[in-house]
């Protein structure tokens, strides 16, 4: 589950209310450390718990761009 590190999730309704937070680590013995955008501290889920949140990035798509392919341009002939 190591894949999930900085991986964007949403949380449900809560007393913060909606809320988007970001995967920093996966503790050793298995749970899901959350920072939270304006709530403060690391937030510790268990994997059931961790369930619950929609995922709105994975961390294989962070950073990756579409590219376009270069086009080889041959100078004319003087």
Known sequence: MSDLINTKI?????K???T??????????????VIWENVNGD????PEQ???FEKITSASSE?????TPVV???LPKS
Request: net charge positive; aromatic share 16%; glycine share 14%.
């Open 72 to 74: 080889e341009k041959t």
């Open 16 to 18: 913060y209310g909606e």
């Open 43 to 46: 937030w510790h889920y268990t």
């Open 10 to 14: 949403k949380s449900g309704k809560w």
């Open 20 to 33: 988007v937070g970001t995967v920093i680590k996966e503790t050793r013995d298995g749970y899901v450390v």
């Open 63 to 67: 950073g990756s761009k579409e590219t």
């Open 50 to 52: 961790f369930k619950r």
